[in-house]
Nanobody, 119 residues
Framework: VQLQASGGGLVQPGGSLRLSCAAS????????MGWYRQAPGAQRELVAS???????NYANSVKGRFSISRDNAKNTVFLQMNSLSPEDTAVYYC??????????????WGQGTQVTVSS
């Protein structure tokens, strides 16, 4: 299974970005999908996750500013990030709980995409 993330970049404070992450491979089913982030010198933390039926979960720091969604037909998860602040600067990683054909469930990570919020 490969998770390909895209959409990061440099944005000014108050701006917006939309991250995408597409899962590919011999996938039978995907349960939860999510986004984590890791700032320099900090631990990786959960930003948002979404269940297979579309129920979202957000870190307190992003509630009201970020929105997670998914397209099950395309095995893709999105993160719409609004009102960005310098504190949101980090490498963002997507994550998915995947079952492959003839295999059990496992967690997979994308390669990370840099988000920098700066004037």
């Amino acid at each position: 299974v490969q998770l390909q993330a895209s959409g990061g970049g440099l944005v000014q404070p108050g701006g917006s970005l939309r991250l995408s992450c597409a899962a590919s491979g011999n996938i039978f089913s995907i349960n939860d999908m999510g986004w984590y982030r890791q700032a320099p010198g900090a631990q990786r933390e959960l930003v948002a996750s979404i269940s297979s039926d579309g129920s979202p979960n957000y870190a307190n720091s992003v509630k009201g500013r970020f929105s997670i969604s998914r397209d099950n037909a395309k095995n893709t998860v999105f993160l719409q990030m609004n009102s960005l602040s310098p504190e949101d600067t980090a490498v963002y990683y997507c994550n998915a709980h995947v079952r492959m054909y003839r295999s059990g469930w496992d967690f997979y990570w994308g390669q990370g995409t840099q988000v920098t919020v700066s004037s």
